[in-house]
C-alpha cells in the first residue's frame, strides 16, 4: 500500500494507492502543516503503507528543500516507513505520463506558479536535482520573482502575477481574455522552446489554471513558434489529485 501527500498552498490531497487510486483525505494547508509529519504517519499506520510520496512545490535535491519560493514553510519528515519527497511538478508529469501511456512527456503545472516536470523513457528527468524551472526562466523585463530573481516567467504567468495585478486567473481563462494577453505569448513562446530543446511525445498542461486552458488554443499558439517538424500532443489534464497520484508512482519507482 502507497500513500502519495500533495502539499499545495491551500490544500493538502492525500491518495492511496493499491492497484488503483483512492482520495482519503484533503486537509487546509495552513491549520495541518505543522502537524502533517504526525497526521502521516498516523495514516500509515491506520493503512498499512510500506512507502510514502509526497509532492511539494520546491526545488527539491536529494529528498531535502533548498527553496519554496510559493510557499511559505519547509515541512520536516520522520515517518517510520520510506518515503521520497519530490517536485510537484515532477510528480504532475509522472502521472500524466502513466495517465496518457507515454514515455516522453513535458509536463506544465500552473497554478500559484509555474513548475515543470520532464518525463525522459518513461523516468523523470531532473539533472542534479532542479531540473525543469521553467517558471523561472528569464523572459525580460525587471519584474521581481518570488524566487528573487528578475524578469522570470512566473512573473508575468500564473496566479500569483496575475493576483498582484487586480486579475481574476480564471475569469480570464473562462473569458479567453487570458489568449490576447502578451503574458500568454511569454509562456506559449517558452514552451515552444522548451519543445524543441525536449522534442517530447506530449507536452500535458495540469494545475488549477493550466489544466483550464483550452488545448486547442494552446496547440496553435504553440505550433506558431514551431519547425513543422515538432509536432507534439498538446494536452492539458484536469485532475485535483494529478500530483498526490504522481506521488505515489514516484516512490514506486
Ligand atoms: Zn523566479
Known amino acids: 500500500m502507497i500513500l502519495g501527500v500533495d502539499i499545495g498552498g491551500t490544500n493538502i490531497d492525500v491518495v492511496l494507492y493499491d492497484g488503483k487510486f483512492v482520495h482519503i483525505a484533503t486537509y487546509p ?5 505543522t502537524r502533517l509529519n504526525d497526521v502521516l504517519k498516523e495514516l500509515v499506520d ?9 509532492g511539494f512545490a520546491g526545488w527539491i535535491r536529494e529528498n531535502k528543500i533548498l527553496k519554496a519560493p510559493n510557499v511559505n514553510f519547509k515541512p520536516d519528515f520522520d515517518l517510520n516507513v520510506p518515503y521520497k519527497l519530490d517536485n510537484d511538478a515532477n510528480c504532475f508529469a509522472l502521472y500524466a505520463s502513466h495517465h496518457f501511456k507515454l514515455s516522453n512527456v513535458l509536463g506544465i503545472t500552473i497554478g500559484t506558479g509555474i513548475g515543470s516536470g520532464i518525463i525522459v ?3 523523470v528527468y531532473r539533472g542534479m536535482g532542479l531540473a525543469g524551472e521553467i517558471g523561472h526562466w528569464f523572459v525580460g523585463g525587471d519584474d521581481v ?17 496575475f493576483k498582484k495585478r487586480g486579475l481574476n486567473a480564471i475569469e480570464l481563462v473562462e473569458s ?7 503574458d500568454f ?13 525536449l522534442d517530447p511525445e506530449a507536452v500535458v498542461f495540469g494545475g488549477r489554471i493550466g489544466g483550464s486552458l483550452d488545448e486547442k488554443i494552446l496547440r496553435e499558439r504553440l505550433y506558431r513558434h514551431l519547425m513543422p517538424e515538432f509536432r507534439p500532443k498538446i494536452k492539458t489534464l484536469k485532475d485535483p489529485l494529478a500530483v498526490a497520484k504522481g506521488a505515489c508512482l514516484m516512490v514506486m519507482k
Open 145 to 161: 520573482c518570488t524566487c528573487g530573481g528578475k524578469g522570470h516567467l512566473e512573473c508575468y504567468f500564473g496566479g500569483w502575477s
Open 46 to 54: 491506520e493503512y498499512k503503507v510500506d512507502a510514502v510520496g509526497i
Open 185 to 197: 505569448e511569454k509562456l506559449c513562446i517558452c514552451v515552444a522552446n522548451a519543445i524543441t530543446l
Open 29 to 33: 494547508t495552513q491549520s495541518t502543516i
Open 176 to 182: 479567453g481574455e487570458v489568449y490576447e494577453l502578451e
Open 121 to 123: 523513457d518513461g523516468k
